[in-house]
């Protein structure tokens, strides 16, 4: 077996991986380093500050949306010149004299808004020279922070769509535009919300940043170390135990981290020789710790930066984001800790050592149960306690909330003193003994306070992300301050000084951290606003659409295969957010158009939702998946061979999006809380199949037949519809003429589909369905009025007359002139669910076949293992 310690890269060598790709290569010494991070910290203050309610109480400091953007962004160009060298043989410990220059005149460009926002609001739509040529370099040296930052990529695509804004008159055939003048493109791009100062970078302004920061402090404040621990002390000691525990680590960590490479390297450095010791090759131990820390990005309630950008281009809640992005999310970790169960299986691994003192079966089952027991009843008694007093303590609430949190918080720093502080323990030591899990668990219970605060303030208090996570901070802030100096005292520590002082220099570093992990977002979302904003100029969106559809010939599933490619592609070059922001503007309206045509309606949650998964299946693919190039600096594997064991292990990730187009159940849409947690377990339960399915081992090695049996009983569970429409047609065909008679005749929490001949948005006539809910009513023309709609007949034909203004018609798409050509009413039918009964008989069937080869050495015999 080779010297892992001789293989693997040298922890420093990571740490320049992950600055080059996230905080910035560059550590000035000096004035020029003081600066930077004196910036950096002063850029997470001024965050702080317009997301706090203080400059509204004081009347002073009150910014705009377009100017908090301006001011985001001339402090992410700055920085980023700053931080990113130019050039791989560009120094690292000083700042040339060109990239101050660059840094000065990219920071004033993009302040340009801020510094002269009066002047601008009386001449809009109207620049002057003057303006031009600000917003062309500002335009020019965003692209320079671009390539400096993210990589060649995303700078070679926005350049793109900018000369093809301008050179649209010269394009080839459909591409073809009557072009933009430079004034106009300047104007449109730089001095407007419609490009860089768009949504995008609003999200990053308003929301992002806070998260970010968030994650950091809580890092900072030693979150990170506790959430390995704890995975560790509770799942080392099992088969393959070191790789179950990354897997729930890196989930832990990517509640609180927005980068797929920053969680690879953080838990990976610690988890992949874990992982190595117990029989894990370097390969497969990186592509375990890239499976699982990509799909941090996936976990709510941060989800990178996705999950706000699907809230402005949407137009849904937060919460519901959150509600429809969860389940996948759990679904998917559960199946890749089954995954490194089966890869322990197959090759006859065993766990780490426990220092736990054994238990029997029993006592842990009881001691799990009243855990989970009291952990309900706590949260039950905080929600309607407070619901309580909350109206009996008025304007005082607040404060005594705050006290009675601070309160608990005291409590369990008190119970954490009376256990050794966790250390970070060196993986290459000879030997590992796991932590003991009580004693690990208690020491930073504090640590999920914050966590709790954010998630009460989003989910409960129903607050916007920005103040939820300003107050999460805010509390974090008070921990990060105040947990040495009371840990101290607790342990008759009477180093009072030094610990406030560290507590202050983890604040520090906290605040530099994250903003310096900003920077790549903040100019990634403005650059990708270039994009959005040439999309909307030059209306290439519709050609690209008609161009999809062309390619997709009408076939939806072509259309989502080409789009899952587009992603891939695209994210091999630009970081997650900046490809979901590509990709949804683009093709998300293609593809619901596209179902709507071939009579299936996709919402559009689950269109951005599949965008976003196969943007961040781009981090794990070869031949340039970023993450699985520090894990391999890490393990010391091949990179090219762990990205392609990390993207066999995301096949369920890869799957899920399919899945959830065609069954909307599995994003809890229109769903009551008894069928979500049956849809739940089934599918839970499918995707365990499809694992087993695709990794070839359930009891024993499984057969080429048995595996195919297996993906046909998963998709089954998942999609339950499918077989159930082969069976019996949902709906049955009703007369345009009969509309009303058939709106009386369902039930009132039902649906129609109507199909319907009309124009788009250009002229073109398009055929197209509409799922159209029952409105209230005594009757169907009662029903059909409440809906908005009036029709008149003409002949054999059914035309909408008139569509009442703000309407539930209106809403749907109903509009003037429109033809119903079909209306399809639902029948009564067994229940979809049926068609579970033979889909798990066929996966007994299979689990018989394997029981009966269970004592067959051929069908149990460990693989051999890989050199490590």
């Not at 901070?473 to 406030?500: A, E, H, K």
């Not at 005749?745 to 948005?761: F, N, Q, T």
Request: glycine letters at 8%.
């Amino acid at each position: 077996m080779t010297n892992e310690s001789s293989q693997r890269v040298h922890p420093t060598d990571v740490a320049d991986m992950v600055a080059s790709a996230d905080t910035g290569a560059r550590t000035p010494h000096g004035f020029p380093g003081k600066l930077l991070v004196s910036l950096a910290a002063l850029w997470s203050l001024f965050q702080l500050w317009i997301a706090s309610p203080l400059p509204f109480m004081l009347g002073f400091g009150v910014f705009n949306s377009a100017e908090a953007r301006s001011i985001h962004l001339a402090f992410a160009v700055f920085l980023g010149f700053m931080a990113f060298p130019a050039f791989k043989r560009s120094p690292r410990d000083r700042v040339p004299i060109a990239d101050w220059l660059l840094a000065s005149i990219a920071a004033f460009c993009a302040a340009y808004l801020f510094l002269f926002y009066s002047e601008l609001a009386t001449r809009p739509g109207n620049p002057t020279t003057y303006d031009v040529v600000v917003a062309i370099i500002g335009l020019l040296t965003l692209l320079e922070a671009t390539r400096r930052a993210l990589g060649p990529p995303l700078m070679i695509v926005a350049l793109v769509f900018i000369i093809y804004s301008v050179a649209g008159p010269w394009m080839p055939g459909v591409l073809a535009h009557r072009g933009v003048s430079l004034e106009a493109l300047a104007n449109h791009q730089w001095l407007t919300s419609q490009g860089v100062f768009g949504i995008a970078l609003g999200v990053s302004t308003s929301f992002v940043f806070l998260f970010v920061l968030f994650g950091s402090l809580l890092d900072k404040a030693g979150a990170g170390n506790y959430f390995i621990k704890v995975a560790f002390s509770l799942l080392g000691h099992y088969r393959g135990g070191p790789a179950k525990a990354a897997v729930v680590a890196s989930g832990m960590t990517g509640l609180i981290s927005g980068s797929s490479i920053a969680n690879t390297v953080t838990t990976g450095t610690f988890t992949i020789p874990m992982m190595k010791r117990v029989g894990f090759s370097s390969e497969k131990a990186g592509a375990v710790e890239v499976a699982s820390s990509v799909n941090g990005q996936i976990m709510p309630p941060v989800m990178g930066a996705a999950a706000f950008l699907m809230v402005e281009y949407i137009g849904i809640s937060y919460v519901d984001v959150i509600k429809h992005a969860f389940l996948p999310a759990v679904i998917s970790y559960i199946a890749l800790i089954y995954i490194v169960h089966l890869e322990a299986l197959k090759a006859g691994m065993q766990g780490l050592q426990s220092s736990n003192p054994p238990r029997p079966l029993l006592r842990k089952i009881i001691g799990f149960l009243t855990g989970l027991i009291l952990l309900m009843a706590l949260s039950f008694g905080v929600y309607y306690g407070l619901g309580w007093l909350k109206p009996v303590l008025g304007d005082a609430a607040g404060w005594v909330i705050s006290a009675g949190l601070a309160v608990v918080y005291v409590a369990l720093l008190k119970l954490g003193s009376q256990f050794p502080e966790l250390e970070l323990d060196k993986p290459d030591s000879p030997l590992i003994t796991l932590p003991q899990t009580r004693p690990t668990v208690l020491s930073g219970l504090h640590y999920i306070l914050p966590v709790v605060v954010l998630v009460w303030c989003l989910m409960v208090e129903r607050l916007s992300p920005g103040l939820s996570a300003f107050w999460a901070t805010v509390f974090m802030i008070f921990i990060i301050l105040t947990q040495r100096p009371l840990l101290g005292i607790f342990r008759g520590d009477n180093r009072l000084g030094s610990n406030v002082w560290r507590g202050l220099y983890e604040l520090w570093e906290g605040l530099v951290a994250g903003a310096r992990n900003m920077i790549g977002i903040g100019i990634a979302t403005a650059t990708a606003g270039i994009i959005v904003g040439a999309v909307a100029q030059t209306g290439v969106g519709l050609v690209l659409a008609d161009l999809v559809e062309m390619l997709s010939m009408g076939n939806l599933m072509l259309m989502l295969l080409l789009t899952a490619v587009l992603s891939l592609i695209l994210g091999m070059g630009l970081p997650t957010t900046a490809n979901y922001i590509v990709v949804s503007a683009l093709l998300a309206p293609v593809i619901v158009t596209l179902g709507q045509q071939n009579g299936l309606i996709v919402p559009l949650i689950a269109v951005h939702l599949f965008v976003f998964y196969f943007g961040i299946m781009a981090d794990v693919t070869p031949p340039v998946g970023l993450a699985s190039f520090a894990a391999a600096a890490v393990s010391g594997g091949d990179p090219i061979r762990t990205g392609f064991q990390a993207f066999y292990y995301s096949l369920r990730t890869a799957a899920l999006p399919f899945l959830f187009i065609f069954n909307t159940d599995l994003l809890l849409i229109n769903v009551d809380f008894a069928h979500g947690v049956l849809i739940f377990i089934v599918a839970t339960v499918a995707m365990l199949i499809f694992a087993a399915a695709t990794q070839g081992w359930m009891v024993v090695r499984s057969r080429w037949y048995e595996s195919l049996l297996l993906l046909l009983v998963a998709f089954t569970l998942f999609r339950p519809g499918f077989w159930m429409d082969v069976i019996h047609d949902p709906y049955e065909a009703v007369p345009p003429a009969q509309l009303a008679e058939a709106m009386g005749s369902v039930e009132e929490d039902s649906s129609l589909r109507m199909h319907i001949r009309g124009e788009d948005e250009i002229g073109n006539e398009r055929e197209f369905y509409l799922l159209v809910p029952i409105p209230e009513g005594e009757t169907g023309e009662e029903r059909l009025d409440n809906l908005g709609l009036m029709l008149m007949q003409d002949g054999d034909r059914v035309i909408v007359d008139m569509v009442t203004y703000g309407s539930l018609a209106a809403d749907l798409g109903f509009a003037f002139d429109q033809e119903i050509l079909e209306i399809q009413a639902p029948v009564d039918r067994w229940a979809k669910e049926w068609m579970w009964i033979p889909a798990l008989l066929v996966f007994a069937l299979v689990v018989g076949l394997q029981w009966r080869r269970r004592d067959d050495p051929a069908a149990t015999a460990p693989s051999r293992p890989q050199s490590a």
